[in-house]
């Protein structure tokens, strides 16, 4: 049972669309955290919510404690943007992360 | 210079050998993790400390141990390497005291094979 599920697993788009990532979570969370790997491996954190929305310059993320789900949004997509996005939850007991398996994005000029 | 650091980035070791990775942090955090990546895998936790003489194992901690030599430093150790330990090793820190949840830093993950 995976606590953290994304959706979709791969996903290419052209340069300039908008691009959307999806995120559900099973457990009760204090955070969930937007995540960005690199071809390189190297993981960055990208965005940290524990409700509403937060943007960064093109990128959203987005928030639905009641519904258990997060979004990650990227407008006017670019091919450096192209890299693995990991969505993680920290949970409000246990002091545990939960990692999803994360979404390949490959963004095409 | 990164605030975690692991050393070293990438390892080609043979099965049965004792191999170490190492970890520092200059973030003054108290809690430490070791996880593994493998492709189509989530990040799964392999150790965490929360303080110098706090070890506690995570989801997959056989074949693996750990020493917490220091708050900077969280090492950890596959005893006699298997190929299925192939995989990239992250280690991270966070830090309790941030109000909205733990903020969580990683390394710039450790490439090990085991042939």
């Known amino acids: 049972k995976n606590e953290v599920e994304q959706s979709p697993q791969n996903l290419t788009a052209q340069e300039g669309e908008f691009i959307t990532i999806n995120c559900s979570y099973s457990?009760?969370?204090?955070?969930l955290h937007w995540l960005q790997q690199h071809p390189g491996g190297g993981i960055v954190s990208l965005f940290m919510?524990?409700?509403g929305k937060k943007k960064h310059g093109r990128l959203i993320a987005t928030i639905n404690i009641q519904e258990k789900h997060s979004s990650l949004h990227i407008t006017a997509s670019h091919p450096r943007d192209s890299a693995v996005y990991i969505c993680?939850?920290?949970?409000?007991?246990?002091?545990?992360?939960?990692f999803g398996t994360g979404t390949s994005l490959t963004v095409i000029p | 210079d990164a605030d975690v650091t692991q050393t070293p980035r990438n390892r080609i070791t043979k099965t049965g050998k004792r191999i170490m990775l190492e970890c520092s942090q200059t973030?003054?955090?108290?809690?430490m993790y070791w996880y593994r990546q493998d492709p189509g895998l989530g990040l799964r936790l392999i150790y965490y400390?929360?303080?110098?003489?706090?070890?506690n194992k995570g989801e997959i901690s056989d074949g693996y141990s750990v020493s917490r030599q220091a708050q900077a430093k969280f090492s950890l150790s596959l005893e006699s390497a298997i190929p299925n330990q192939t995989a990239l090793y992250f280690c991270?820190?966070?830090?309790?005291?941030?109000?909205?949840?733990?903020?969580?830093?990683f390394g710039e993950g450790s490439w090990l094979t085991v042939v």
């Open positions: 991270a820190t966070s830090d309790p005291r941030d109000t909205l949840g733990n903020t969580i830093y």
């Open positions: 457990v009760g969370i204090s955070a």
């Open positions: 919510l524990s409700s």
């Open positions: 993680a939850v920290k949970t409000n007991t246990g002091n545990q992360f939960y």
């Open positions: 973030k003054g955090h108290d809690r």
């Open positions: 400390s929360f303080d110098v003489k706090d070890i």
